[in-house]
């Protein structure tokens, strides 16, 4: 794996506060990269660190190749942490001629270009501060693309945002991702977004990873035979440690392909099965168990 | 690259009017006005008086020479109410990304270290703006006063003495200079415009004070740690041997390393700060 950052044992301590506790984590290069965790799991104190703003307590990470904070690779980094802030007296234009000029590229940037492609090509001489969170949202991801990076760090992405413009959004970083090359990293507390967008997630608790890996192999594994049967007790029996009983049915901890053949058993075995059905299998199930420590079939039993 | 950062600073400065307005352009039109009207008023008032007088008094209607004027002002520049006023600009630009929480959308752009000195030589320059208003608009207020006097107007300007004014300008431009270099580590230092703003002013309000106190114990200005210590001396000492003052030229060398090492410590200091910090609470 071709790794776009390299994290190894990362800690960052905010007085007692341990904001990040020993992280390790390699994100490969190309794609959609979601960090997901609770409120306070080191999301974006983790971002913070990569992106130059504060330092870490102690560990390592490499960035494209070069040690955190190095100026260079931070010029190569499109990033919106959290909802971004301007000076309430720019205009939308002002502040994105404001950044183009620190970062260098005051006049290769066309900056109206890039309000029009987040849709404030309207609002571009208002002054930012009648902007609502959504506006701000979108001249935030304006901002973090215009110098074209390799390497783009979302937080939040689509807070504030309306249901169109969360979709538009949607289908912006899947396209920087499939056509333009770039990276995205982005960290939503939106799970149904991000399974839809993202081909990798790492899930942080309090500072620690907790689960990574591909999407469709983190859902899998949560993907549980809802069953409604009697008597459940000698259903219970028949099945063993697989089945669980949560409520008035059983969940079952079986493969796809096995779901007739069992079936076919239990009735054969005189159980009367009225509703046999999948459920789970997605990142919400991930999600509690690995931050609140719900077992994975009390998760799937509230999902349906 | 710093250019980047000084030309940033800058763009984003130039679209501040309000800042523009206090900062740079009230005390220098305020107070030439002022200056036409009290003129003025003590003209009209001498004239009522040699009026009214029992024997013929006659004010004398001398010619002014603009020259003189423009070194004289020039020597004053660096007052106490364009250094108030500048200070909101310096204060401004040194901490408003910790106001709008705005390092986050900045940093990554540039390096620490021309960030901010891209913010000092920005205030550097933006510094020459109330400094040259002041000089323009004194000047042509004196011109209002004299015609309104029917006094006549001359202009004499020899080398030495414009040599010597471009002097005066840049002697007051470094001590707004070293006035705004506290506002920018003070700035870094408590993350707000209203620390930048108010730090510098008391530090120039505590050592105006002591100077005025120690200088009963025979602490003069010809000596080092009188120019070392405080910098509006320095100051002082440089303009009046700059007017033709009997100042030792051993105490101009001492005044200039003192106004010089409040302008580079203080800058210093906040780069050396603002390259740790913590920008995570802006």
């Known amino acids: ?293 719900v077992p994975e079939a009390e998760v799937s039993a509230h999902v349906d | 690259m710093l250019i980047d950062a000084i030309r940033a600073e800058l763009f984003r400065f130039s679209r501040n009017g309000t800042v523009w307005l206090w900062s740079l352009l009230v005390i220098p039109l305020g107070s030439a006005i002022v200056g036409i009207f009290a003129r003025q008023f003590l003209m009209t008032s001498l004239q009522k008086a040699a009026a009214s007088s029992p024997a013929s008094l006659v004010i004398p209607k001398a010619a002014m020479n603009l020259g003189d004027v423009i070194t004289d002002q020039t020597a004053q520049l660096a007052g106490i109410n364009l250094l108030a006023f500048f200070l909101i600009a310096a204060a401004t630009i040194s901490a408003s990304d910790y106001r709008w929480e705005s390092w986050r959308l900045i940093r990554p752009r540039n390096s620490r270290r021309n960030l901010i000195l891209g913010k000092g030589i920005a205030i550097a320059v933006i510094a020459l703006v109330p400094l040259s208003l002041h000089l323009v608009c004194e000047t042509f207020g004196r011109i209002i006063s004299a015609s309104l006097e029917n006094r006549s107007i001359v202009i004499g300007f020899e080398t030495k003495q414009a040599g010597a004014t471009v002097l005066m300008f840049v002697v007051a431009w470094l001590r707004t200079l070293q006035v705004a270099a506290l506002a920018l580590l003070a700035g870094v230092a408590t993350r707000s415009i209203f620390g930048g703003y108010v730090v510098p002013m008391a530090v120039s309000a505590g050592t105006f004070l002591l100077a005025g106190m120690l200088s009963g114990f025979g602490w003069d200005a010809n000596q080092w740690r009188t120019l070392l210590l405080f910098p509006a001396k320095a100051h002082d000492v440089l303009q009046s041997a700059l007017a033709g003052g009997p100042i030792p030229a051993a105490t101009n060398v001492k005044a200039i390393i003192g106004l010089m090492f409040w302008l580079a410590a203080p800058t210093a200091l906040a780069v050396w700060l603002f390259e740790r910090q913590d920008l995570s609470k802006e």
């Not at chain 1, 901002?143 to 937080?155: F, H, Q």
């Not at chain 1, 991702?177 to 939503?188: K, M, P, R, Y």
């Open chain 1, 1 to 293: 794996m071709n790794a776009v950052i390299s994290i190894e044992r990362l800690t960052k301590s905010f007085g007692d506060v341990r904001a990040l506790d020993g992280l390790s984590l390699e994100i490969p290069q190309g794609g959609v990269y979601g960090i997901l965790g609770p409120n306070g799991a080191g999301k974006s104190t983790l971002f913070r660190i990569l992106l130059g703003l504060i330092q870490p307590t102690s560990g390592h990470a490499q960035v494209m190749g070069y040690p955190l904070a190095h100026t260079e690779t931070l010029r190569r980094i499109g990033s919106m942490i959290e909802t971004p802030r301007y000076p309430a007296y720019l205009t939308a234009r002002d502040s994105l001629q404001w950044l183009a000029a620190a970062h260098g590229q005051a006049t290769q940037i066309d900056v109206d270009h890039w309000l029009e492609r987040v849709g404030l090509k309207d609002a571009a001489d208002r002054k930012v501060r009648g902007f609502s969170v959504g506006m701000m949202q979108r001249l935030g991801l304006a901002a973090s693309l215009m110098t074209r990076p390799d390497l783009v760090i979302l937080d939040e992405p689509t807070s504030g945002m309306d249901p169109p413009g969360i979709h538009e959004m949607r289908s912006l970083i899947r396209d920087l991702a499939e056509n333009d090359g770039v990276t995205v990293i982005l960290a939503s507390h939106q799970l149904l977004e991000v399974q839809r967008i993202c081909d990798r997630v790492a899930i942080l608790n309090r500072g620690r990873l907790a689960a990574e890996g591909k999407v469709s192999d983190l859902t899998e594994a949560t993907e549980y035979l809802h069953l409604e049967a009697t008597p459940l007790a000698k259903v219970k029996e028949i099945i063993g440690d697989a089945a669980e009983i949560v409520g008035d049915a059983i969940l079952v901890n079986i493969r796809r392909e096995d779901t007739a053949g069992l079936i076919r058993h239990l009735v054969q075995q005189d159980v009367d099965v009225m509703e046999a059905r999948w459920v789970g299998g997605d990142l919400e199930a991930v999600f509690m168990s690995e931050t609140l420590g």
